[in-house]
């Protein structure tokens, strides 16, 4: 597969420990896999080993914010650009951008919403560190090469269907919408698009130039809990979600164990925030419990932080 790559020097995307939860890491790990961990991470970031989920797939996210808690400038809305313009330290953007790596390499698929495929038309999800790839392979011997790729949208009026990811066959690409979002879909996109009944390997690894396609919930509103019940009945035990809106969802409905935040020493302000559309109240609302604080200079802050324990 010719999937772009990239270089990630260990002395550059390296972080440095402040704080870990030796308790709250020794009962996350204890539900995974012992040997199912990258040796690269544990070098340059901390040892990661990530439990399978129960009911659903394990569910993990991660964003980068500014020191104020934004997630983009109001004049430039691509979320990259906010680590990016962090000029105190040349290679902060890089070790982000590595840590997204780290996430893809532990997921079996990656989740996405369309507004980043609109303001990336050619952008493969892919893990891009060809030492990552080498460690998955050795030590995720039940995972595939690359993660897939599941293409959420809410009621399909968004989906751009001339992005890269449609018009490859090297890599699967689900798509997850409502009963409205696949009509629109099936009348847009005709034939290339179908409505798969049950979620298989087989049938998400037949590359074969159509796209399948999930439905749950009603009228243009999806319903995740079905979805993933049926992702992890499937046997995808470890989902990474790279929407912010889809990772607030998840939240929501409790669906969502782990959040990896970088937090870049750079001011916003404006109200382009985290679940800004649809806020928690006082007395029902997500709570986290860091379990890694690592820094990169004095200007990037990692975290990995537990929002659900597995029972």
């Known amino acids: 597969m010719n999937f772009p790559m990239m270089k990630f020097p260990p002395e550059q995307v390296s972080s440095i420990n402040l704080y870990k939860d030796e308790e709250l890491l020794m009962r996350i790990h204890a539900q995974g896999d012992a040997n199912a961990y990258l040796p690269k991470v544990e070098k340059t970031y901390g040892k990661i080993i990530l439990p399978k989920g129960k009911d659903y797939p394990y569910l993990f996210a991660s964003i980068a914010l500014s020191m104020d808690g934004k997630m983009a400038y109001p004049d430039n809305l691509d979320g990259d650009m906010l680590v990016h313009s962090n000029t105190q330290n040349?290679?902060?953007?890089?070790?982000?951008?590595?840590?997204?790596?780290?996430?893809?390499?532990?997921?079996?698929?990656?989740?996405?919403?369309?507004?980043?495929?609109?303001?990336?038309?050619?952008?493969?999800?892919?893990?891009?560190?060809?030492d990552l790839i080498r460690d998955r392979k050795e030590h995720m011997k039940n995972k595939e090469e690359q993660p897939f790729t599941i293409v959420a949208s809410k009621d399909g009026t968004d989906i751009p269907f001339d992005h890269l990811l449609f018009q490859q066959t090297e890599i699967p690409v689900l798509v997850f919408t409502s009963p409205a979002g696949y009509l629109h879909i099936s009348k847009e996109a005709g034939d290339k698009f179908y409505l798969l009944g049950k979620?298989?390997?087989?049938?998400?690894?037949?590359?074969?130039?159509r796209i399948?396609?999930?439905?749950?919930?009603?009228?243009?509103?999806?319903?995740?809990?079905?979805?993933?019940?049926?992702?992890?009945?499937?046997?995808?035990?470890?989902?990474?979600?790279?929407?912010?809106m889809i990772n607030w969802l998840l939240m929501k409905e409790g669906l969502l164990n782990e959040y990896f935040i970088t937090y870049s020493s750079i001011f916003v302000g404006g109200t382009f925030s985290p679940g800004s559309f649809s806020p928690f109240t006082f007395e029902d609302h997500a709570q986290s419990q860091v379990a890694y604080l690592n820094r990169h200079g004095n200007s990037f802050f990692f975290t990995r932080q537990i929002l659900q324990e597995e029972k």
């Open 199 to 209: 979620i298989s390997k087989e049938a998400i690894y037949t590359l074969d130039g």
């Open 212 to 244: 399948p396609v999930v439905v749950t919930g009603q009228d243009d509103q999806t319903s995740f809990k079905p979805f993933m019940r049926s992702m992890k009945k499937a046997g995808f035990d470890h989902i990474m979600v790279e929407s912010p």
């Open 90 to 130: 040349p290679d902060g953007a890089l070790a982000d951008f590595y840590i997204l790596n780290v996430l893809r390499a532990y997921s079996d698929a990656v989740l996405i919403g369309t507004k980043s495929m609109i303001n990336e038309a050619n952008e493969w999800i892919t893990i891009y560190d060809e």
